[in-house]
């Protein structure tokens, strides 16, 4: 085991490629896009050494041109899952016993296979199977990955270095083990990052892993599958299933030796899963962890001190990258009265010059929503404003899912600060604008504090200090990311750790040391050199 007290490489944040005209990585991620578009997929379930053909397939196709098929993908069954849960306890045997500086060298590997040989196929597979634009699929599949992955590895090393005081009588020290099970993790689509980190994360601290992908990014998660093999990560400590997403967790949730959920998505699926856990307790051999980041209805507030364009930028940005489809995404907007006529015209610019369609065309700002049933609901709410009295589209409300499901960056101006899209996560490119009298500034941040059950992120634009004082103080609960002059979308690892509170999460920080934490469980260890020999203290004496 240890042999030395080993310094990790210091983790750096991966330099973001500009892929503009005439770039060489422009030319590589589009001759990689082509290839893998013309290239039919066969996505097996990967469970340890084993790559299990169901024959029970489901069909991918890109967001923004749905008749094209790019593979298949197989779907499990009750017994996968088992065998899963089983292949995983199997291989922790080994796992958990490794030492740490090897399970560090792994995915310090991966890392680089990212940042290196696999960066233009995640990234080409990002933009296809998730409709991403090049730089949205750079800032999250080569970037955001490489970065949990060196990161974490420096925060195992602080977690591993984090010891308690002994002295000379005795020795103390804290073994940070890995937990006893199997961690389950359920990933979004919106994010290859997140879908990579979560469950590496907990393999990285000794955990083996059962990983349930989102339907709409398997994709990517073959090649995360491919990178992780590459890599170096043993057969059965990261086993990769599909197939119906209850199913899978009610397997899941029945196991005595689950130990912990990594879970990303929505609140309603991630409240439903606690239930779940809750009912099974009396199962489990130890009390799991439950981590989960959920929703959003991020906010955007201007004080009349505001830089109009500023604002109207943060907004254009923050609302419609990757079509609004970031948990983070700006989805209402208070802006104050007079500063309103000039951010108006500021925004419908700004959005008229937006063009959109496949990503393969890279003057394409916007591309398509993630799946019909989004494109539908999205479609429902802009029908829905176009009736309503206290609402207006100002610019976009226009949608078409002949070719993509396509739907246009599209601003709603509502009289009523309670509007349903006011409150509601939509998850796309839909932002609503409420306008407030610039007298009410105090009575507005109480808006915004009151009137969305999430907390994720949130932004404040202000040239005045006092104002963001107030604001940063009146709205401490509203966001567990908050921005003063910036837009609330883009945190990096490392740099601004991530998560919300209220029914945006446990906010257990993904990119932070605070996360690893949760998938280990200390043990202290106190060797007494000289044990005593006689029951009797001092006081006792005569
Ligand atoms: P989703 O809830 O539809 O799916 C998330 C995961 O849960 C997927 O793997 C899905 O298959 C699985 N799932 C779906 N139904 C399930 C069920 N009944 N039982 C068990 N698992 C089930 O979410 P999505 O559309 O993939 O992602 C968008 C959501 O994720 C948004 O709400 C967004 O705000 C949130 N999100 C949050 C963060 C964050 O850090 N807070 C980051 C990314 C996405």
Redesign the pocket.
């Known amino acids: 085991m240890g042999k030395g007290f080993f310094q990790v490489p210091p983790a750096n944040n991966e330099p973001i490629k500009s892929y503009a005209p005439g770039t060489p990585e422009r030319e590589e991620v589009l001759l990689t896009y082509k290839e893998l578009y013309n290239t039919k997929v066969d996505v097996p379930l990967y469970i340890g050494s084993e790559e299990i053909r169901t024959n029970n397939t489901a069909t991918m196709h890109p967001p923004h041109d749905h008749q094209h098929n790019l593979g298949v993908y197989h779907l499990a069954e009750k017994k996968h899952i088992e065998q899963a849960i089983e292949t995983a306890l199997e291989a922790r045997k080994k796992w958990s016993k490794l030492a740490w500086e090897q399970r560090a060298a792994i995915f310090l590997k991966a890392a680089d296979l990212i940042s290196g040989p696999y960066r233009y196929k995640l990234n080409a597979a990002t933009m296809i199977g998730q409709s991403k634009n090049i730089f949205q699929a750079e800032i999250d599949s080569a970037c955001e990955i490489a970065d949990f992955l060196r990161f974490n590895v420096e925060y195992m090393s602080e977690i591993y270095s984090d010891q308690p005081e002994s002295d000379e009588t005795a020795w103390n020290r804290v073994e940070h083990r890995p937990l006893e099970g199997f961690v389950y993790a359920?990933?979004?689509?919106?994010?290859t990052a997140?879908a990579g980190n979560l469950p590496s994360a907990p393999a990285l601290m000794g955990n083996v892993a059962v990983w349930?992908?989102?339907?709409?990014?398997v994709f990517s998660a073959k090649i995360l599958m491919d990178v992780f093999q590459e890599a170096g990560v043993p057969d059965g400590v990261i086993n990769m299933v599909m197939g119906d997403?209850?199913m899978?967790?009610d397997v899941v949730l029945q196991s005595p030796d689950f130990s912990g959920i990594h879970?990303?998505?929505?609140?309603?699926?991630?409240k439903?899963?606690w239930a779940k856990i809750g009912q099974n307790i009396h199962t489990y051999k130890t009390y799991p962890r439950i981590v989960g980041?959920?929703?959003?209805k991020d906010f955007i507030i201007a004080h009349p001190s505001s830089n109009t364009k500023e604002v109207s930028t943060a907004i254009s940005r923050g609302a419609f990258e990757f079509q609004g489809?970031?948990?983070?995404a700006a989805s209402r907007v208070y802006l104050p009265k007079s500063l309103w006529p000039q951010i108006k015209e500021e925004l419908i610019e700004d959005i008229s010059s937006f063009k959109m369609g496949s990503p393969e065309d890279m003057g394409n700002f916007i591309n398509a929503v993630?799946h019909e049933r989004?494109f539908d609901k999205l479609a429902k709410y802009i029908d829905q404003a176009k009736q309503d009295k206290d609402a207006e589209i100002i610019i976009g409300g226009n949608y078409d899912k002949s070719v993509g499901y396509f739907v246009e960056p599209t601003v709603i101006v509502t009289s009523d600060p309670h509007y349903t899209t006011m409150e509601t996560?939509l998850?796309g490119p839909v932002v609503t604008i409420y306008i407030y009298e610039d007298e009410k500034w105090e009575e507005t941040l109480e808006l915004v504090d009151n009137t969305s059950a999430y907390a994720?992120t949130g932004a404040i634009f202000s040239k005045d200090r006092y104002a963001a004082a107030e604001a940063t103080d009146k709205l401490q609960n509203a966001a567990g990311n908050f921005y003063i002059n910036d837009k609330c979308t883009g945190a990096v690892v490392g740099r601004q750790p991530?998560?919300?509170a209220r029914a945006?999460?446990t906010n257990d920080k993904?990119g932070s040391k605070l996360n690893l934490q949760r998938w280990v469980s200390q043990r202290l260890i106190k060797e007494t050199f000289v044990p005593a020999t006689d029951y009797r203290y001092p006081f006792l004496g005569e």
């Open positions: 359920v990933t979004p689509f919106n994010f997140i349930k992908p989102s339907d709409s990014q997403p209850a899978i967790t879970y990303t998505g929505s609140t309603e699926v991630f439903d899963i980041e959920t929703g959003g489809q970031k948990c983070s993630i989004s996560e998850f994720l991530f998560g919300g945006s999460g993904a």
